[in-house]
């Protein structure tokens, strides 16, 4: 069973990547380019998350919350 | 040796023998479709064929159009019904003045232009295609650019043409070939040597003409193959062609082997460039007893598929040493193009998540390596749902240019090397010894290949291992265990 704290991260990670990709229309590299190949790494890990590919430890949401106040602040710009 | 035949050397010493029973034959091929297209694609098939083609299988019309031999009355008909028009003006055979200029007049303007490239294309239609209206061009079908390049280099070239060409930049580049109108002008017989001297005073020089090299397509089917490809055909054209030491008679047992000699050259090469399975199907199958030898299959959308022998310890990566085969819908060649997980694993760790998003790959790929590459920082665990997601996304991924195993079974149809008679086994022997000889690379390359599936083979005889032997050819040694 997933935490739930962990899934609404990871859903809202989605919902930023979906942004940058459809609306503002970025490309994966355009993406590495602002933030960084780790940060995406682990954007992708929230996509990972939600399809129930992966079972999250607790260690992982320190992690993905910083990803998720990068790609806040790169959706506001 | 030829890399390609320039014609069928049975049919047509059928031909040079008797006449009536080369048409016989051929009229007996008109009867099917499949074989009447094998005449149509081969070069000497003569015209009577054709027509009889023509009105047995109206659908190969565009075909024969595109033959030289075509018969003048079915473009005399296209012309009329107005039919199958862009066949008839690329045809290979010449059509009078007055016949293209009722072509010219119900074509439309590409046609028309089209017609310009045709050598007998008279100066007059030269001339109206010439003061057509291009004003509509586009970058994508700029016409004026085709007439300009099709009109410098016409034969029947117009003077008052060749000088208002003259007055253009001649470095543009034009015709189907995208040259230079100055060289186009140059290579062209009809323009006058002070013009040309015009020419080459502004730095044009005259280069090769790159056409002039051109042969017509490779003939892999030959006609005289139809005999034993087609049931229907009948059974007294398979005698006589065995009788001419066809390829075909030597791997199958039911057929007569001819007394004569068989042709070395002609056998190899048609062994080689692959017309037929036989041969494989005739020697790789008892290999498979052998536990040194595994048998491959590569699929690569850029060098196409084939399969392979490896054999511990011998060097037979060479590409004279792979045919084009697949295990597709081969019976006898059986095997799975599918990665398990750890092969998956494998590809992935092999490349880089920035290359994979670099070449723009899909989600499912990368969110696979995003998992695969971040699974030993023991942040999360992957699970059966997980891992099956990133079998099919690698599976997807990786399926071009994969190799894999696969493993090969006596097809029924054809006799095994053991279970040849050794009158055919001496044929495939000579064939071989003769090759070796040979000074063209390719062909001497594949009797030795030849040479060593004979010497792996646990059921030659030591008649034939002998003659191996005396071979003195190294891998073949190596492969005798010497």
């Known amino acids: 069973m997933v ?5 609404k991260l990871a859903e809202r990670i989605n919902g930023y990547m979906l942004h940058l990709l459809e609306e503002d229309e970025m490309s994966y590299s355009e993406i590495v380019d602002q933030l960084s190949e780790e940060d995406v790494k682990l954007a992708l890990l929230a996509q990972a998350i939600t399809d129930h590919l992966i079972d999250p430890k607790p260690a992982l949401y320190p992690i993905l919350l910083k990803v998720d106040e990068a790609l806040k602040e790169l959706v506001g710009k | 040796m030829n890399s390609i035949w320039e014609a069928d050397p049975f049919l047509e010493e059928i031909k040079k023998s008797n006449s009536d029973l080369y048409i016989e034959y051929l009229n007996e091929l008109t009867h099917e479709i499949e074989s009447a297209t094998d005449l149509c694609r081969y070069s000497k098939t003569p015209t009577e ?8 299988h109206p659908e190969r019309r565009s075909m024969i159009l595109a033959h030289p031999n075509c018969p003048q009355e079915l ?21 009078s003045g007055a016949v293209l200029a009722s072509l010219w007049q119900q074509a439309d303007k590409e046609e028309r232009v089209n017609i310009t490239s045709r050598i007998d294309c008279p100066t007059d239609l030269l001339m109206d295609t010439w003061n057509l209206d291009y004003s509509d061009d586009s970058l994508l079908l700029n016409l004026q650019e085709l007439v300009i390049g099709n009109i410098a280099a016409h034969p029947n070239i117009p003077k008052k043409l060749i000088n208002e060409l003259m007055r253009y930049d001649l470095n543009i580049r034009c015709g189907f070939e995208y040259r230079s109108l100055g060289e186009i002008l140059l290579n062209n017989s009809a323009v006058p040597d002070e013009v040309k001297a015009l020419i080459a005073i502004q730095g044009i020089s005259k280069q090769p003409d790159s056409t002039s090299d051109e042969k017509g397509d490779p003939i892999y089917d030959w006609p005289s193959n139809c005999a034993y490809n087609y049931k229907k055909v009948n059974s007294k054209f398979r005698e006589i062609f065995n009788a001419l030491g066809h390829p075909e008679s030597i791997l199958k047992s039911s057929e007569t082997i001819t007394t004569n000699t068989y042709n070395s050259e002609i056998v190899l090469q048609y062994w080689a460039i692959g017309v037929s399975e036989r041969i494989y199907e005739c020697l790789w199958p008892e290999l498979s007893n052998n536990s040194m030898v595994n048998f491959f299959c590569n699929h690569s959308s850029y060098d196409g598929d084939s399969t392979y ?9 060479d590409d004279a040493f792979k045919n084009q085969l697949s295990d597709g819908d081969r019976q006898w060649i059986k095997g799975e193009a599918i990665l398990d997980f750890q092969d998956v694993k494998e590809e992935f760790a092999a490349r880089s998540f920035n290359e994979f998003h670099s070449d723009e790959r899909s989600d499912d790929v990368l969110i696979s390596c995003a998992i695969l590459e971040k699974l030993d920082d ?7 749902i997980g891992e099956k997601y990133i079998l099919d996304s690698g599976n997807e991924e990786f399926q071009d240019n994969l190799t894999y195993r696969v493993s090969v079974i006596p097809n029924p149809s054809q006799d095994v090397w053991g279970v040849l008679d050794s009158k055919r086994q001496s044929i495939i022997m000579s064939v ?13 390359k594949f009797a030795t290949y030849l040479g060593v599936l004979i010497a792996l083979n646990p059921a030659t005889t030591k008649e034939f291992r002998d003659r191996l032997r005396n071979l003195n050819d190294d891998l073949i040694k190596q492969a005798l265990g010497e």
């Open chain 2, 432 to 444: 071989i010894e003769v090759a070796l000889q040979s000074t063209d690379t390719k062909f001497l």
């Open chain 1, 3 to 7: 935490d739930k704290d962990i899934l």
């Open chain 2, 378 to 384: 023991e942040l999360y665990t992957l699970n059966t």
């Open chain 2, 49 to 56: 064929i054709l027509e009889v083609i023509t009105k047995k």
């Open chain 2, 75 to 95: 473009i005399t008909w296209a012309i009329e019904k107005k039919e199958l028009t862009e066949a008839v003006i690329k045809s290979p055979v010449r059509i």
């Open chain 2, 309 to 317: 022998v490896g054999i511990g310890g011998l060097d037979l990566s």
